[in-house]
């Protein structure tokens, strides 16, 4: 799944793209969309929340979509040839200027944008909002502690309580809060945990390095994530994986045994 950061610089890859232009041609390649058609409306903007993306168009419509795992957005000029095959294509949004094609997009619907409060408002406070303030943080505290015995790792990935951390970031702020990711949520540091997750994705919210060290130079990105056996880089004790949750939500994570004591698997 994307992380939040991931679907922030999407966003803003298509607001650079189309915001401004005219729809010359519109497609909208799902069962449920058929008849919808956007060509001449103006794309007003982009917006992202946590993990969803909303394209915004004159006379008050949005379309919304989701990456999940398989999905992504690219960015061509007319006839320029598609990177990905043309039957993974669900949206083409064409200007006089660039052509936007989302690829294996999920969750497709056209709305009006005053609704789409319906579709994310149950979401946590989305940690890229260019809006956050003190009273963002406190709701994302308040409802990080809600369920005290709660594995930190599971709340992280929670994004009612935190909209915009995927598996990479949780295993991270883990690793910097020192915690395993099984601990329970009463013996964490929860403003410290909030505040670093929104510092991380601050961080690559405008490359796609997504470094959690400060180094951006391959292998060197990350403390834990994806490095199981391999030595922490900050000890030397080789780094543990385990996984964490079940079923559908069941996810690997990294730990190093010595810098982040207590319950592990």
């Known amino acids: ?125 989305d940690l890229l909002d260019p809006e956050w303030s003190p009273g963002h943080a406190a709701e994302a505290v308040r409802r990080f502690t809600a369920v005290p015995d709660r594995e930190v790792g599971l709340v992280l990935l929670d994004q009612t309580v935190l909209a915009g951390v995927g598996n990479l970031y949780k295993t991270e702020v883990c690793f910097l809060l020192g915690v395993s990711p099984w601990t329970p949520v009463s013996e964490v540091d929860a403003a410290r945990a909030v505040a670093l997750s929104r510092t991380l994705l601050l961080r690559n919210a ?25 030595p922490c880089r900050r000890c030397g004790t080789p780094v543990r994986a385990g996984v964490q949750d079940s079923g559908t939500r069941q996810r690997t994570t990294w730990f190093c045994p010595r810098c982040q004591p207590g319950p592990r698997p």
Not at 15 to 41: I, K, Q, S, T
Not at 209 to 217: D, K, L, R, W
Not at 220 to 229: E, I, K, M, P, Q
């Open 206 to 230: 405008w490359r796609p390095e997504q470094s959690t060290t400060g180094e951006v130079a391959r292998g060197l990105r990350h403390w834990v994530y994806d490095r199981a056996g391999r």
């Open 1 to 125: 799944m994307p992380e939040g950061d991931t679907v922030f610089r999407t966003a803003r890859l298509l607001e650079r793209a189309l915001a401004g232009g005219l729809l010359v041609h519109a497609e909208l390649r799902h069962p449920r969309l058929v008849g919808v058609d956007l060509a001449g409306h103006t794309v007003l903007g982009v917006r992202s929340v946590g993990k969803h993306l909303f394209v915004r168009f004159s006379a008050g419509l949005s379309l919304h979509n989701h990456l999940r795992l398989d999905g992504g957005w690219q960015v061509y000029r007319p006839g320029q040839r598609w990177r990905r095959p043309s039957h993974q294509a669900r949206v083409v949004l064409r200007t006089a200027e660039r052509e936007a094609v989302g690829f294996l997009l999920h969750d497709l619907a056209v709305l009006a944008t005053a609704d789409e409060p319906e579709l994310v408002g149950h979401l946590g406070p």
